[in-house]
């Protein structure tokens, strides 16, 4: 617990680049919560210009429903920073990756050599000089 004190303490008393630098991310952060309020959903913040903000969704649904909400989105963020310039919502889908489907996509069955593609690399290790390269389409094509 000390220690997160002290980080908290250490990244109060930052100045320059740095200082700017945890604003923008608190403000980000701060935005982010507004709009999943306001949304009803999960998003993210991309990036935020002077007249665009780039949100980061899910799904292709979701994104289509903020589409269709964009105006009120933007008059909600407005009514929320009146300083707020922003004109134009842009959005993104990235879907989340479930790792559990990964391994799945990443597993690969071993598939066995076809007696023409095994004679075809074994006559092709056959021609060749090197002879660690010729022994590993060798072993590769019986192994296979």
Known sequence: ?????????????????????????????????????????????????????????TSAALATQIRYRQRDLLEFLHKSNPTSKLQQVKISVRPESDQSHESDETSVEARLLSSESKSLITATAEGIDDNDLKRALQRFADNH
């Open 1 to 57: 617990m000390n220690e997160i004190r002290r980080t908290s303490k250490i990244l109060e008393q930052t100045s320059g680049n740095l200082q700017k630098l945890i604003a923008r991310a608190k403000s980000f952060a701060e935005m982010q919560v507004i709009i999943n309020d306001f949304l009803g959903a999960e998003i993210k913040i991309g990036s935020i210009t002077k007249q665009s903000i780039h949100l980061l969704v």
